[in-house]
């Protein structure tokens, strides 16, 4: 939720209704370690369990209900310029995210 300061009123609110809103990133909450926003995974480096280089995050993207999923773009050291949909599903599909290290290690078979 958010609030305009000096904009207490819902008709006055209908005037943002449609608008981007933007905030730096220092406002946004600290998440539990082992949460991230969506734009900290863009750009990682995602590598599989065998350590295959499947490519970079282009960006991420919602499926609805069940898991946002990443959206994987080939990069000039990854094993092909296939594009890759990988469910965000921690501990079956995301086995470690490694901010410092800027790489994500998934499992995750290259052929998919």
């Known amino acids: 939720m958010a609030h305009f300061e000096g904009c207490d009123d819902r008709d006055q609110a209908k005037q943002y209704c449609g608008a981007d809103i933007g905030v730096t990133s220092d406002q946004l909450p600290t998440l ?31 499926a609805g209900a069940s898991n946002d999923v990443l959206v994987v773009s080939g990069s000039a050291d990854s094993i092909d310029r296939q594009q890759r949909l990988i469910p965000y599903v921690p501990d079956v599909y995301i086995k470690d995210v490694d901010l410092e290290a800027g790489q994500i290690r998934v499992d995750w078979d290259p052929e998919f």
Not at 51 to 62: A, F, I, P, Q
């Open 32 to 62: 539990p370690d082992d949460e991230f926003y969506w734009y900290q995974l863009e750009g990682l480096r995602v590598v599989n369990e065998q350590g295959v280089v499947l490519g970079k995050v282009d960006h991420m993207m919602s």
